[in-house]
């Protein structure tokens, strides 16, 4: 597993809930567990050189998070929409690997 930045806060008594958003090469996402939010930046390990093992990896890597933060609910950040500031392809493909993930 790549290093996560995690950082911690305190929030009052919720638990099993996160949020991600996603970017080019993997997402980000915060899980609240206990009362104490931990943010994670999570990209696709770089020895994995084709798009289709990356957006895998991804699916997995959620998969894994999700399981592991004891998360119930999860709320996804939808990328923007076409037009000139839209998502880039990069970026909804890394959404569309985090939903199948998280499924």
């Known amino acids: 597993m ?3 930045t995690v950082r911690e806060c305190h929030y009052a008594k ?19 567990d206990g009362g104490v939010a931990a943010d994670h930046d999570i990209e696709a390990p770089a020895n994995l050189t084709s798009r289709g093992e990356q957006l895998s990896w991804i699916a997995d890597e959620i998969q894994r998070v999700v399981t592991a933060g004891g998360c119930t609910s999860m709320a996804l950040q939808k990328a923007a929409g076409g ?3 839209g998502a880039s ?6 959404e569309a ?6 499924h």
Request: proline content about 3%; some cysteine.
């Open 2 to 4: 790549p290093a996560a």
């Open 97 to 102: 690997a985090v939903q199948i993930g998280l």
């Open 14 to 32: 919720v638990t099993g809930s996160g949020g991600i958003v996603c970017g080019k090469k993997g997402f980000g996402c915060t899980i609240v």
């Open 83 to 85: 037009g000139t500031f």
């Open 89 to 94: 392809a990069e970026r909804n493909e890394v």
